[in-house]
């Protein structure tokens, strides 16, 4: 009841961060892939058990990226 009264200046000035946060999210999915590809490549030509790992949570930075996409897709 008393958040009915409330004479701020928020609806005024209020601004939506889901602009910047599409605009990360765009960077996080194109750096996300790029990076995880270079890092199966990596993998597949030095055999080594580190790059098959960093290509993993690449590609997971590159999924969550992608999912917070759709979610904003949604929010529009």
Known sequence: MWLRNR???EPLSARSPLR???ILSL???VLGVVIAVLF???AMRTGAEVWRWEA???AAVA???AIDLLVL???R
């Open 40 to 42: 199966a490549v990596l």
């Open 73 to 75: 897709r949604h929010r």
């Open 63 to 65: 999924v969550v990226a």
């Open 7 to 9: 004479r701020g200046t």
């Open 27 to 29: 960077v996080a999915l």
């Open 20 to 22: 910047a946060r599409r």
């Open 56 to 58: 993993a949570i690449a």
